[in-house]
């Protein structure tokens, strides 16, 4: 590709410092990318992109390590929160942060999330709720809406059949260990500068040795949802939002 | 004292950095010693008691990623909740040590000493193609030993270790010596030392151009052929260098009994019975499982009569001694199940019977 050069005064947008030059594997309309963007200016602006250990379990965004320029842990399928509870502990002056999808952390890794926010350790957690397992072809994550359809709720979510879905971060915000729950989504530019401002406060409060903080963002699976993105968008906010509301849900970050 | 206790003061003294773990019977006493002996408040290791094995392994994962001496310890049915996190940690090519205080199985079993679980150990024990180092200790004073050891193995290879003991050598006591209290490693130190370790950037004091990452994941069938081809050359240069074991009695001997961990101890008063009565009877005691005796074992076929393995299990080394052996002469086992226990006579009855008759 020719190389465009944009003098400085026509600047008004530039790729992060810290994505690297890697062709992203996301699908054209996934959330994924528009937050690692997020992810990597806030690790950039708060001088830390020396100090960062990254944890990606399973999931779409277990290539994340390819695309953010720090130090990345890939966990097993669930166990980001396990990893990072080590890796946190031994370096306790380290940015250490999960990013993991719905499936990830509600289904297999309950287990380790529950209790390394019960803790109280001084990780981030980046939840990227989807509704549905992306990486694996669309199949019904925990978190998959009742009547919506995927690749093992053919006839949609019936809860006789598949069970509620149920909201992680809500049980989380009743844990001592947790001073930061917090729901947002990136599927307008109002949201994104949300959702910028989230992580950045999760991630001073980590550093600050505050607690566990919990960033879920509700994100679009355009794919695995058979949309078109725009259509996606707007199905996130017609169905996704009303059970998943934005906003803030525990905060006592002192 | 118990060497499970003695596990504990070992990890201190070799300066490891954390441990993670969750009760079991009968290895609880690595932990519960480990919170008496607060070692945050003089070496500043960690300890952290987890919510199962699954956390703890992969907290032994999450630690060992960015460098740190780590470990943990359970036994067998915790021991089988590691096995994903032992795939990942040889996969993403990571140094940690990881006890098993064997207890009769399947299943919840019993809480009594076995050896069980040796195929588990020695050949992999989840899924992919690889190996674990073993070590087997016969004492408490090896208990201690073994731990230094296998993280001096672990670091040098880049692979998980396994201390391979049972809740006869966990729960007995006996006299042991302390080596020095060595230093945990300063983050500089680490970071010269595992420069390939997911530390930080800034680790080494100047800032690395490129983040390091951490990973067993490879899409591309024709690098994740490489990577195990890879891991495999890795296997057999401790074949090759790391071998242990001990040899007693078996220069003159015409039957030979290969036996590891509790079992040997009790397989030593055998021999002993037998030249008593005449029988010229040796015992080789394989310390590192894997890389296993192969070469050794194969040399004696050249020259005795027979072999008898003689596990706590019903027959799982047994199986090595044989493709070591090849033919040469008859190879027969001897076991016993279910946390039940064998005599030195008893052994030496079976020796008759199945070899010398
Ligand atoms: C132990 C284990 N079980 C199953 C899988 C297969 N698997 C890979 S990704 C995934 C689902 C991921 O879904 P989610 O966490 O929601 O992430 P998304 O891809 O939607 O971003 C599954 C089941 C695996 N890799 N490991
Ligand atoms: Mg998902």
Redesign the pocket.
Known sequence: MEKVEIKQENLVYAKPRLIKDNVMHYCPGCS?GTLHKLVAEVIDELGMEDKTIAVSP????VFAYNYIDVDWIQA??GRALACATAAKRLHPESLVFTY??????SA?GTAETIHAAARGENVVAIY?N?A?????GG?M?PTTLLGMKTATTPYGRDPRLNGYPYKIAEMMAHLDGVSYVTRQSVHTPANVRKTKKALEKAFKNSLNKGGFSLVEVVAT?NS?WKQTPVASNEWLEQNMLPFYPLGDIKDTIK | MKGNEVIAHAAIHCGCDGYFGYPITPQSEVMETLMEEKPWETTGMVVLQAESETASINMVYGGACTGKRVMTSSSSPGVSLMS?GMSYLAGAELPCVIVNCQRGGPGLGTIQPSQGDYFQACKGGAHGDFHLIVLAPNSVQEMYDHVGMAFDLAFKYRNPAMILADGAIGQMMEKVVFGPQKPRRTDEQLAKEEPWAATGKGADGKGRKKGNIITSLELKSEVMEVINQRLQAKYRAMEENEVLYEAIECDDADYVIVAFGSSARICSATVEMARAEGIKLGLLRPITLYPFPTKVIADLAKRVKGFLSVELNAGQMVEDVRLAVNGAVPVEHYGRQGGMIFGPEEILEALKKKLIK
Do not use: L, R
């Open positions: 994924h399973v999931g779409c965004s097993a399928h993991q999808g719905d499936g990830d952390m297999i990227v989807n549905i397992y992306g990486m694996t199949q994550a699976c695995g | 994903e």
